[in-house]
């Protein structure tokens, strides 16, 4: 059964740092794209980032360039998303999920992880 | 970069109606389009992938059309379980979502 997991809800203070994770199994993680997608609160879904961990070739969506990071270990078959310093605007839901090709969709999707980012 | 547009915004129907959802692309994404259902706290779920083909366990009410720049989908006759936002997708980017609503 494939499935991704991701880590639990978090609450940080502004200007703390950040990584989520994502741990797939049931299926080659090396294989497949993972992304990750933001859903702020009663918004829709935006477009972070994308990684393929078989060789950690990693593209971001140009509003999130430069804003995290997205790595992944495939020794662990886990993706990552960090944040360096974190702003109450990062507050938001994240999803990872995994593709197999450019063209394909977002076939199995992570439960979400909540990030709260309050003083 | 592809700009993803849905209409309507919300749309109000009782259950046993038909729903009709529009996608439209700023240029041609050939028939590279998927559709997902959200409901409220939870995780999207594929619906129709490559425009039309239905993901695994997709009950067959639901059905997807078009090529191009215009996609559509349809669901035949609405379900309770069916109320919640429908998004479209193409490579990196979401359309800003359709709320189906009870009237």
């Known amino acids: 059964e494939v499935q991704l997991v991701q880590s639990g809800a978090e609450v940080k203070k502004p200007g703390e740092s950040l990584r989520i994770s994502c741990k797939g199994s049931?299926?080659?993680?090396?294989?497949?794209?993972i992304a990750w997608v933001r859903q702020m609160p009663g918004k829709g879904l935006e477009w972070m980032g994308i990684?393929?961990?078989?060789?950690?070739?990693?593209r971001y969506s140009p509003s999130f360039q430069g804003q995290v990071t997205i790595s992944a270990d495939k020794s662990i078959s886990t993706a990552f998303l960090q944040w360096s310093s974190l702003k109450a605007s990062d507050t938001a839901t994240y999803y990872c999920?995994?593709?197999?090709?450019?063209?394909?969709?977002?076939?199995?999707w992570g439960q979400g992880t909540q990030v709260t980012v309050s003083s | 970069e592809i700009v993803l547009t849905q209409s309507p915004a919300t749309l109000s129907l009782s259950p046993g109606e038909r729903a009709t959802l529009s996608c439209r692309a700023s240029?041609?994404?050939?028939?590279?389009l998927a559709w997902y259902q959200q409901k409220p706290g939870q995780a999207p779920r594929l619906l129709i992938y490559?425009?039309?083909n239905r993901a695994t366990g997709i009950p067959a009410r639901f059905s997807g059309s078009g090529s191009g720049t215009d996609f559509t989908l349809t669901i035949s006759s609405l379900e309770p379980e069916d109320f919640a936002v429908y998004y479209c997708?193409?490579?990196?980017?979401f359309g800003q979502g359709t709320k189906v609503e009870i009237k």
């Open positions: 049931g299926y080659s993680f090396t294989t497949y794209w």
């Open positions: 490559d425009a039309s």
């Open positions: 999920a995994r593709r197999e090709y450019n063209t394909s969709p977002l076939d199995f």
């Open positions: 240029q041609s994404v050939s028939s590279y």
């Open positions: 990684i393929y961990p078989g060789d950690s070739d990693t």
């Open positions: 997708h193409q490579q990196g980017t």
